[in-house]
């Protein structure tokens, strides 16, 4: 003769499986983690703004709009900025940020500033005696994610937002482990001014 069970502890039974399924989904459903784009959207028709590069100015003082920097807190964005860096030749002239024809970006002196918005320009105008313009040569959003993982050389950017690893051996920290340089004006480096 079989046992049946009962009607009550059958339902026990589900209400308890039901309670661990619901668990586990309210634990699922509390991570957050970042919103990664893979295909980025185009970029607006609108010109980009202004950038102000000193704090003269005609007129009253206006407060400066803040930057849009959509990559400071997405290490996707910061990866692929790095991916960049390389693939732009950018560590032909800044030798993977430690300087070389350029200027190194991994200390703390920026002769045109280091806030997101100036980066931008210094990619997109280009600057005096050696950074091209890369104005309509790239998309408004890797300029950004180029942006970001300059910051990041410098250590101004959070610690979790890193890029990857390399998969070859670095003699430098990677940049997430790099001390942060506050930033601090600088000036024209005395090649440069020398008279033509």
């Not at 930057?67 to 990866?79: E, F, I, L, M, Q």
């Not at 190194?104 to 997101?116: H, K, Q, R, S, V």
């Not at 091209?132 to 979790?160: C, H, N, T």
Request: charged share 20%; proline share 11%.
């Amino acid at each position: 003769m079989t046992q049946c069970p009962s009607v009550a502890s059958l339902v026990c039974t589900r209400a308890a499986y039901a309670a661990i399924v619901l668990a586990g989904a309210a634990s699922l459903g509390g991570c957050e983690r970042e919103q990664r784009r893979f295909q980025e959207p185009a970029p607006a028709s609108a010109p980009a703004q202004s950038i102000q590069l000193s704090e003269l100015q005609a007129g009253p003082s206006t407060p400066r709009a803040p930057s849009p920097d959509p990559y400071k807190a997405n290490a996707y964005g910061v990866n692929e900025g790095k991916r960049l860096f390389s693939w732009y030749n950018c560590e032909g002239c800044h030798a993977k940020g430690g300087g070389g024809i350029g200027p190194p970006l991994m200390d703390a002196n920026w002769i045109y500033g280091a806030e997101p918005e100036n980066i931008y320009a210094t990619i997109v105008q280009g600057r005096p005696n050696g950074m091209p313009s890369f104005r309509s040569r790239i998309p408004e959003y890797q300029v950004w994610q180029l942006v970001a993982y300059v910051r990041s050389m410098s250590g101004l950017l959070r610690k979790d937002v890193a890029p990857s690893r390399d998969d070859h051996i670095q003699a430098k920290k990677p940049e997430q482990s790099q001390d942060e340089q506050p930033p601090r004006e600088s000036s024209i480096p005395p090649a440069s001014t020398q008279s033509q």
